[in-house]
């Protein structure tokens, strides 16, 4: 099993910046891809970002396409996503996820084997 650990989440005005960061231990040999998804409250889990563990291919929800990055560190086991030009629709709880198999991208979260604690991320206007 793998075990996540998000960090990097808070409180910033619209247009501001914030890089979340998410640990991973465990069983990582197992795991093919991270995510990141959000829930806002009252709203379903949605996708945000994903990226393939050994090769670094990345894909992007529409909605935050050309404003986040998100990126890995094999040596320290962490990903992670770099928030630009936050927007107030942005406010949601952010998770971490790994996903053991194909097929990349992977949207659907039902499918993810394995999830962080959560960590807010409050966007002000």
């Known amino acids: 099993q793998v075990q996540l650990v998000e960090s990097g989440g808070g409180l910033v005005q619209a247009g501001g910046s914030l890089r979340l960061s998410c640990a991973a231990s465990?069983?990582?040999?197992?795991?093919?891809?991270m995510g990141w998804f959000r829930q806002a409250p009252g709203k379903e889990r949605e996708f945000v970002a994903a990226?393939?563990?050994?090769?670094?291919?990345?894909y992007y929800a529409d909605s935050v396409k050309g404003r986040f990055t998100i990126s890995r560190d094999n040596a320290k086991n962490t990903v992670a996503l770099q928030m630009n030009s936050l927007e107030p629709e942005d406010t949601a709880v952010y998770y971490c996820?790994?996903?053991?198999?194909?097929?990349?991208?992977?949207?659907?979260?039902?499918?993810?084997?394995?999830w962080g604690q959560g960590t807010q991320v409050t966007v002000s206007s």
């Open positions: 996820a790994a996903d053991s198999k194909p097929p990349f991208p992977n949207r659907d979260y039902r499918t993810y084997n394995a």
């Open positions: 465990g069983r990582t040999f197992n795991t093919f891809a």
């Open positions: 990226i393939t563990w050994t090769l670094g291919r990345t």
